[in-house]
T-cell receptor
Framework: ETGVTQSPTHLIKTRGQQVTLRCSSQSGHNTVSWYQQALGQGPQFIFQYYREEENGRGNFPPRFSGLQFPNYSSELNVNALELDDSALYLC?????????????FGPGTRLLVL | GQQVMQIPQYQHVQEGEDFTTYCNSSTTLSNIQWYKQRPGGHPVFLIQLVKSGEVKKQKRLTFQFGEAKKNSSLHITATQTTDVGTYFCAGMEYGNKLVFGAGTILRVKS
């Protein structure tokens, strides 16, 4: 196991609601990246947080937002949920977010939007 | 933006046969990483390649990074049922954004 934990494991929401997903990074890691993995696809980069600041963002709308806390754990918030937001949400921690850093993935949160 | 294409989408092999998946990027990469995801699981890091032309081996798995740092391959020799899963390549441009391919699903018949 990677030591990266995520909660909750599963979640069901309805369209228009808001959701908060949580991630605890591996001990000693100060960088957390979030990914969305739709069924049958590869993970898509949402954004990365390094030392509590956003450090890069993928092609996701502003209703996807995040936070990183002083202990380097992180939250992903999604407002105004849409049906297409149904996916596995993965967080990955790394030592410092550098281009050659290995990212260690957590088990993911499976979100279903009805 | 950067795109990473991976082929084949799906491969079903007899146990003991070899398997190869190929990855191509639209841009030059600083490194390429390979992950394996078991059904219902999460991606697990396998390896990272950084140097042009680099070849790395892990038991029956051989990873290559192209000379131009735009393509890569993963070859499994003599597949076993434990090799079942989806294999993803993920390319890193000169930044911090990891772009994943769509993955190759490997099924092994025993």
């Amino acid at each position: 196991e990677t030591g990266v934990t995520q909660s909750p494991t599963h979640l069901i929401k309805t369209r228009g609601q808001q959701v908060t997903l949580r991630c605890s990074s591996q001990s000693g890691h100060n960088t957390v990246s979030w990914y969305q993995q739709a069924l049958g696809q590869g993970p898509q980069f949402i954004f990365q947080y390094y030392r509590e600041e956003e450090n890069g963002r993928g092609n996701f709308p502003p209703r996807f937002s995040g936070l990183q806390f002083p202990n380097y754990s992180s939250e992903l918030n999604v407002n105004a949920l849409e049906l297409d937001d149904s996916a596995l949400y993965l967080c990955a921690s790394s030592l410092s977010g550098g281009a050659q850093e290995t990212q260690y993935f957590g088990p993911g949160t499976r979100l279903l939007v009805l | 933006g950067q795109q990473v294409m991976q082929i084949p989408q799906y491969q079903h092999v007899q146990e003991g046969e070899d398997f190869t998946t190929y990855c191509n990027s639209s841009t030059t990469l600083s490194n390429i990483q390979w992950y394996k995801q078991r059904p219902g699981g999460h991606p697990v890091f396998l390896i990272q390649l950084v140097k042009s032309g680099e070849v790395k081996k892990q038991k029956r798995l051989t990873f290559q990074f192209g000379e131009a740092k735009k393509n890569s391959s993963l070859h499994i020799t003599a597949t076993q049922t434990t090799d079942v899963g989806t294999y993803f390549c993920a390319g890193m441009e000169y930044g911090n954004k990891l772009v994943f391919g769509a993955g190759t699903i490997l099924r092994v018949k025993s």
